[in-house]
């Protein structure tokens, strides 16, 4: 059947993925965990299926994952219909991640932006925003994603050249995340300042 090959497609990809970027991954938790426990915030965005999954890992992260815990400081850039379009209008479609990471952003924060390609020039420009501004940055991408290598701090590259593989596989990836930063005790550091006041 057709769908066996694609599910068996997608758990190789899965599988060769943990097996090749599993250290990548796990410095991914960390560096979120620590900008959590720092007060810091993460920015997530991306284009089409990417901008959904933006929003998708933040409702996770904000809302809950599967337990009960303090909100995490999320933030999908992608949400932000009239923004947006404010700024595709004004200046150009590709400074539309750029513009809130220049408004929203603070050093330590963290950035994530999600391309299949690689090669999304407002994702680029995001990073580069990223980059001056002191955020740390994270890009999940496809095959095609290692030109990005030197804009962010870590890469997270799924192995395949096929966008619906690659977008299922960001998709387990993203919920992977969620959980493992669930299963960390994040106090706030800005929160616990705030009540010894």
Same mark, same amino acid.
């Given at each position: 059947?057709?769908?066996?090959?694609?599910?068996?497609?997608?758990?190789?990809?899965?599988?060769?993925?943990?097996?090749?970027?599993?250290?990548?991954?796990?410095?991914?938790?960390? $560096?979120?965990?620590?900008?959590?426990?720092?007060?810091?915030?993460?920015?997530?965005?991306?284009?089409?299926?990417?901008?959904?999954?933006?929003?998708? $890992?933040?409702?996770?992260?904000? *809302?809950?994952?599967?337990?009960?815990?303090?909100?995490? /400081?999320?933030?999908?850039?992608?949400?932000?219909?009239?923004?947006?379009?404010?700024?595709?209008?004004?200046?150009?479609?590709?400074?539309?991640?750029?513009?809130?990471?220049?408004?929203? *952003?603070? /050093?330590?924060?963290?950035?994530?932006?999600?391309?299949?390609?690689?090669?999304?020039?407002?994702?680029?420009?995001?990073?580069?925003?990223?980059?001056?501004?002191? $955020?740390?940055?994270?890009?999940?991408?496809? $095959?095609?994603?290692?030109?990005?290598? /030197? !804009?962010?701090?870590?890469?997270?590259?799924?192995?395949?050249?096929?966008?619906?593989?690659?977008?299922?596989?960001?998709?387990?990836? !993203?919920?992977?995340?969620?959980?493992?930063?669930?299963?960390?005790?994040?106090?706030?550091?800005?929160?616990?300042?705030?009540?010894?006041?």
């Amino acid at each position: 059947m057709v769908y066996d090959q694609a599910t068996q497609e997608l758990k190789d990809i899965i599988d060769r993925f943990f097996s090749e970027e599993k250290k990548e991954f796990d410095q991914v938790v960390e $560096l979120i965990i620590q900008a959590f426990q720092s007060g810091q915030k993460l920015l997530i965005f991306g284009n089409g299926g990417s901008a959904a999954q933006a929003q998708h $890992l933040t409702a996770e992260l904000v *809302g809950r994952f599967q337990k009960e815990r303090a909100a995490f /400081p999320a933030v999908a850039l992608t949400a932000e219909t009239s923004t947006i379009t404010a700024v595709a209008n004004d200046y150009s479609f590709k400074n539309i991640f750029k513009r809130q990471i220049e408004a929203l *952003g603070r /050093p330590g924060d963290m950035a994530l932006g999600l391309t299949t390609s690689g090669k999304s020039p407002n994702v680029i420009e995001a990073f580069k925003q990223a980059r001056a501004m002191q $955020l740390k940055s994270i890009a999940l991408t496809g $095959l095609g994603g290692q030109t990005l290598a /030197p !804009l962010v701090d870590v890469l997270l590259a799924v192995p395949s050249d096929n966008t619906p593989r690659i977008q299922e596989a960001h998709l387990f990836i !993203l919920h992977f995340l969620a959980q493992e930063i669930e299963k960390q005790k994040i106090e706030d550091r800005r929160q616990k300042t705030e009540v010894r006041r």
